[in-house]
């Protein structure tokens, strides 16, 4: 499967994702507004969430699928077979082992997941925030154990190139969770704890999703005793440094969100802003990455680097082919873009304006999580993680530096805006590293392209500001005409971003058909 048709099916099933996503965020909005119940719940969602991210989208992916990969290429189906069975026996040991833990000493965990929320004195129905926190965590702390299962999972599909049951899972978690506000929330002590049960509820689901298609191809891991083999050590040894290496994005906004407990409301105002800036790097991101890790692994152990080095710059292009425009759009029209989505029922102006803000600095910082997403997948390819964690290390110091400098004078707008900082840094370290090793040359075509990206990018910013003008009044009205200025702003924003590229000559309309025929 090429990387164009692969990241294609990857990125349209995670753009079905953020839909269900953005309809579970507005009535998220909608019912908790940007309050104490948001903020517990958020916190509580956070933690299992981050940890997906780490594991879904980042370390497990990044050691395991290399390892297995090459295992299968070199060496057979029975013997990845027997690979796959070692580390799913040591990984449900230990998984369970962490959950029963973290539910029993949840308390002293949220005293540093969320340290401000220890002496809030905000209550709702009884509920002092930490307590409710703590309560909300140990219900969805269980979704760890399952979305973690559901890595190897995905890992063994999309060693074979079976990447849709596994990008279609996120959509399984915000079914689950509409469903819950919906079913669940008027039997619940508050929409927060139902909101709680769906997530775990969610991960129980994706996990036997995948398992049907896992026997259904043939991969499906057994339960054996779990016993330290040489391929485990080998997985653990690489699987710690991924963590770091390919999620600095994730640590980071962990670290924002951690502060965030100490600023009001601060905690819901970083997570819907920041759903809105992920949309970019979900869909496209994570779909060419998740795409080009096993294509760069085959052609490295093949020994073709020249190949190798092609598919790197096309998938950097094409990556930032959509997330520079996004990055314009998102600084230009956030407060459209954040009053269309969010404010409805408990979300009020004063949240708009607070999300709006934080927006535009989340916005800075994504053309280079993009790039960290491509470069990160080259260096796990050649089953190196110790570079990324070198410079990980010195990203998240960076990062909690800017976030204590920033804090004071910016409050939550200064921790979203660190992020991105320690974003570029980030990206600007892989980059050179990979290039001072000859793993990654920028070529021609890509320069070329590039330039002309930013150009046709800043076309389409100038007129979504001349359109924004006529259109401004719209956005403080009903729900229906926001909507529809809102439609007519991304429509002409997309129409001159289109016609600038093919003006460019960035691609013609019979390459990308040619594209398409390939795929």
Request: proline residues 5%; hydrophobic residues 55%.
């Amino acid at each position: 499967m090429s990387l164009i048709r692969a990241s294609a099916t990857i990125g349209g099933l995670t753009l079905v994702s953020r839909v269900f996503g953005f309809v579970r965020d507005m009535m998220i909005a909608s019912l908790l507004g940007a309050s104490m119940l948001s903020d517990a719940f958020l916190i509580s969602f956070k933690l299992p969430n981050f940890m997906r991210r780490l594991f879904a989208e980042g370390a497990f992916n990044s050691a395991f699928l290399p390892l297995y990969a090459g295992t299968l290429a070199t060496e057979g189906p029975h013997v990845a077979r027997k690979l796959a069975n070692e580390i799913h026996a040591v990984l449900v040991a230990i998984l369970v082992v962490l959950t029963i833990l973290a539910v029993i000493f949840m308390p002293d965990l949220m005293v540093v997941l969320a340290p401000g929320f220890d002496s809030d004195p905000r209550t709702f129905h009884g509920y002092r925030v930490f307590d409710l926190t703590v309560t909300l965590t140990r219900i969805t702390f269980p979704y760890l154990l399952f979305i973690s299962l559901v890595s190897l999972q995905g890992g063994l599909l999309n060693s074979i190139d079976k990447f849709a049951a596994v990008a279609a899972t996120p959509i399984i978690m915000n079914v689950c969770l509409i469903l819950a506000m919906l079913a669940v929330a008027p039997f619940t002590p508050t929409p927060a704890h139902a909101l709680a049960v769906g997530v775990m509820v969610s991960g129980v689901t994706q996990y036997l999703w995948l398992l049907y298609f896992c026997r259904k191809a043939g991969v499906s891991p057994r339960f054996t005793c779990p016993r330290m083999t040489p391929n485990v050590r080998r997985l653990f040894m690489l699987i710690g440094p991924a963590a770091l290496g390919s999620s600095v994005a994730q640590i980071n906004l962990m670290i924002d969100v951690m502060i965030a407990t100490l600023i009001d409301n601060a905690p819901s105002y970083l997570y819907y802003a920041d759903r809105i800036s992920e949309l970019p790097l979900g869909v496209i991101g994570i779909a060419v990455s998740t795409a080009l890790l096993p294509m760069l692994s085959r052609q490295i152990r093949e020994g073709n680097t020249d190949k190798a080095i092609h598919s790197q710059n096309r998938a950097l292009e094409l990556s930032l082919l959509f997330g520079i425009p996004a990055t314009v759009a998102l600084m230009v029209i956030p407060y459209p873009i954040i009053t269309c989505v969010y404010e409805h029922g408990a979300f009020g102006a004063v949240a708009t304006d607070a999300t709006t803000r934080t927006l535009v600095a989340y916005a800075v910082g994504l053309p280079s999580f993009l790039a960290v997403k491509i470069f990160a997948s080259t260096f796990y390819a050649n089953q190196d993680t110790k570079t990324p964690v070198k410079i990980a290390v010195v990203c998240v110091c960076i990062n909690l530096f800017f976030n204590l400098t920033l804090m004071g004078p910016m409050q939550y707008v200064g921790l979203a805006l660190s992020t991105s900082i320690a974003g570029w840094v980030n990206a600007i370290a892989l980059g050179w590293c990979l290039h001072k090793r000859s793993l990654f040359v920028a070529d021609t075509l890509f320069r070329f392209r590039l330039s002309r990206i930013v150009v046709a990018s800043l076309v389409m910013g100038a007129v979504l500001l001349a359109l924004g003008v006529p259109l401004a009044p719209y956005f403080h009205g009903h729900t229906l005409p926001k909507v529809l200025a809102l439609s007519l702003l991304i429509g002409g924003g997309g129409l001159a971003y289109g016609a600038c590229l093919l003006a460019l000559r960035v691609i013609k309309p019979s390459e990308l058909k040619g594209y398409l025929k390939r795929g």
